[in-house]
């Protein structure tokens, strides 16, 4: 809220995820479970059920629990898919799902399960986004467009964070987490500027510093470890910061159920790009948001900051210009009369224009044309 805006008493709930991390958390699923029900409906995408399935169920015969179906989500977090979850008989016969996969597979099993009130739980089997541990699903368009966040009350009952699982996926999920996980300090430290917070928006933007700090230290380390397929501490602390930390502050930020404090310019960026096929198709989500970032940091004249993330991006090969995301100088002329009035950056401390844009680009350049 802005600063002349008088501060309430109010009733409010949080929730807050729990979670387990390891190499062999699924023996954890028992004791969490158990007590939600008998009848399991894995619901996950193709590959991430190849990855996960077996153990999942190695784990499970140990329990009192029965997989009685296995399902695919779709191929994107859409109402329809939702809706063609919630009419399968397997579905209304369980008592629980475990949702198995990426962003999208997790977010359409929470968009269902949630809004039914029946009890979920994930299993992430990639280190992309915080999905997991969210209380919002991320809805496209039929057309595979941004359409809006869905908001809940309250997260997935329990995440099984299972580090031997994620450090043998491809390497490039954990690689674009990155990038997702680092934009979420700077777009919350900014949208929150010279503002007087409510305590749960407080305790999110406090708590983002920690999507930046652990990439920064090491994310160059892990994303080599993970490349080599080992579960090492570096990797570990890289999964528990896009997991886990993002997560929670997504949870702080997003309590009034707005993107406000949530999101920014470099969002902005990312769903603007998304009117080009090539960003859906050939990159991930947190690649484009980590370029994006770059341009937050300059419009913001954060030029300390630019050249830290700058140089990481460098160091992991995430996208430091228009043409690693295969995007032309027309397409990009095109996106800056978009972005400025996108959501993400109603909330911003003051007007990105047009302008704005053009000049972080010409100093982006420069600073390529440097090495």
């Known amino acids: ?150 908001f809940f009350v309250r997260p997935a009952m329990h995440a099984f964070i299972d580090t031997e699982i994620i450090a043998k996926a491809p390497v490039q999920y954990m690689w674009a987490g990155i990038g997702d996980t680092y934009a979420k300090y700077y777009e919350a430290t900014i949208s929150s500027r010279d503002e007087r917070l409510e305590h749960f928006t407080s305790l999110g933007v406090a708590l983002s510093v920690m999507c930046r700090d652990p990439l920064l230290e090491y994310g160059v380390k892990a994303l080599s470890d993970h490349e080599q397929g080992l579960c090492t501490y570096d990797v570990e602390q890289v999964v528990l910061a896009i997991v886990v930390t993002t997560g929670i502050a997504s949870i702080f930020l997003t309590k009034d159920f707005t993107p406000d404090y949530n999101s920014g310019l470099a969002h902005a960026i990312f769903y603007a790009l998304t009117s080009y096929p090539v960003i859906e198709e050939k990159h991930l989500h947190g690649e484009v948001v980590g370029f994006g970032v770059l341009f937050a940091l300059l419009v913001d004249g954060q030029y300390d900051e630019f050249e830290k993330i700058y140089t990481l991006n460098r160091q992991l090969g995430l996208p430091t210009s228009l043409a690693q995301i295969e995007i032309t100088e027309e397409q990009w002329a095109e996106s800056i009369n978009r972005i400025p009035e996108m959501s993400d950056v109603k909330h911003y401390p003051y007007k990105v224009t047009k302008e704005m844009l053009t000049t972080a680009m010409q100093q982006l350049n420069e600073r390529e044309a440097r090495g």
């Open 1 to 150: 809220m802005k600063e002349d805006d008088p501060m309430k008493l109010e009733n409010y709930e949080v929730h807050l995820p729990s979670y387990s991390i390891g190499d062999h958390i699924y023996d954890k699923i028992g004791p969490v479970c158990e007590s939600y029900g008998k009848t399991v409906l894995l619901i996950g995408g193709r590959r991430a059920l190849a990855a996960a399935e077996t153990k999942i169920r190695s784990y499970v015969e140990k329990t009192n629990l029965e997989i009685i179906g296995v399902e695919l989500y779709g191929n994107d977090c859409t109402y329809a898919n939702v809706e063609k979850l919630r009419q399968l008989p397997v579905y209304q016969q369980a008592d629980m799902v475990f949702g198995v996969g990426g962003g999208k597979a997790l977010d359409t099993v929470k968009c269902l399960c949630i809004t039914d009130d029946k009890p979920v739980f994930t299993f992430p089997t990639i280190a992309s986004n915080c999905a997991a541990c969210t209380s919002v699903s991320i809805m496209y368009n039929d057309d595979g467009t941004f359409l809006k966040p869905n």
